[in-house]
Nanobody, 130 residues
């Protein structure tokens, strides 16, 4: 079955950088678009970024544009999210998904076909604090 394992989170000072990884298995990684979402304490899910199957189609949420970069290594079945100029508001648990998501509401996110995605893994915690 599909397995997505996030890693790379940690404690970072404001203005710092961090790179998250998502190790994928159980499906043909190179034929799937991928996404990152996050959930801040006490809040619903927020869509962060998506990347097309070939790594050329890149889309970002307004709150992270210009600061975050999504990329993938299909040979390693791994998705990445490089985060720069981190802010307190970036504190959240970050999850990856094997669909091209575009919107989240509550604990549910929706892909470009408006299909629902609500089965999340463990995620990785990012804490931005001084």
């Amino acid at each position: 079955q599909v397995q997505l394992v996030e890693s790379g989170g940690g404690l970072v000072q404001p203005g710092g950088s961090l790179r998250l990884s998502c190790a994928a298995s159980g499906f043909t990684f190179s034929t799937h678009a991928m996404s990152w979402v996050r959930q801040a304490p006490g809040k619903g899910l927020e869509w962060v970024a998506s990347i097309g199957r070939g790594g050329r189609r890149l889309r970002y949420g307004d709150s992270v544009k210009g600061r975050f970069t999504i990329f993938r290594d299909n040979a390693k079945n791994t998705l990445y999210l490089h985060m720069n100029r981190l802010e307190f508001e970036d504190t959240a648990v970050y999850y990856c998904a094997n669909t091209e998501l575009q919107y989240c509401s509550g604990i549910v996110c929706y892909d470009l076909d408006s299909d629902e995605h609500d089965d999340w893994g463990q995620g990785t915690q990012v804490t931005v604090s001084s």
